[in-house]
């Protein structure tokens, strides 16, 4: 049987590839993926998939075409992906209920946060901060996949320990901080974050990363409201008939 050609399009990453080094496949900012078929509704129900929590790595990583590595994907150009992969998959019109109230959003008009590129070191995932109320100097970057995973590895065996037990916000901060007062030891970054990051530093340097974290743009105006809320991301995203 001949070989079919699937139609396939280019998705524009929000950190347009500045981050990546230039070994990465994902330093051009665009990633080529093709449009779902019936093995990738297959992917979708798989029970085991959906058990260990890796349905949705397992569906995009099936529809990307470029040759990249999927784990160094940041966060934000992940989420790109996501929102591509639905539209290729089941279209653009998303149906949702928020405050008891239906809307429809058009994902393809969905656009990628602006983000200010003087801050970014082409090719190197690193930025500098001054916390503003201690006045220590670190240094931190972007989680990827990667960093997600052993993040969510490490959660999950504290829970094995103390089920009561979960330092979600200090073991990504753990993480994300690359260097304290010059310090790089993981030891040392460890110990700083658990005695002596003030918790006023920590949420200044959370909401820091989320304005510069290059990601899409999933807010939109409920009726009636002034101010954009974030879109609300369930079940039927992936899986409209429910």
Known sequence: ????????????????????????????????????????EDILTNQSYISKGIVLDKLMQSLIVSEI???????????????????????SEYKFSYLSEDHTINLSLLENKEIDESLFKKGINAFDF????????????LLNGKDEKNIQRELDGLKKINKDNS???????????TSVEGKTETK?????????FLAKDSRKLREY??????????????NGEISRVTLPIGINFFWPDI
């Open 69 to 91: 590595k999927y784990n160094e994907l940041l966060i934000g150009d992940k989420n790109a992906i996501m929102v591509a992969a639905r539209i290729l998959g089941y279209g």
């Open 209 to 222: 990363v989320k304005e510069i974290q290059p990601d899409v743009d999933l807010t939109f105006f409920p």
């Open 167 to 177: 330092p979600e916000i200090s073991t990504r901060l753990k993480y994300m901080i």
């Open 1 to 40: 049987m001949e070989q079919q050609q699937f139609p396939t399009e280019m998705v524009t990453l929000p950190s347009k590839g500045l981050l990546y080094s230039e070994e990465s496949g994902l330093k051009s900012g665009k990633v080529e993926m093709k449009y779902m078929t019936a093995k990738e």
């Open 130 to 141: 001054t916390l503003p109320f201690s006045k220590n100097k670190i240094t931190f970057k």
């Open 188 to 196: 040392d970054i460890r110990e700083f974050v658990d005695d002596y």
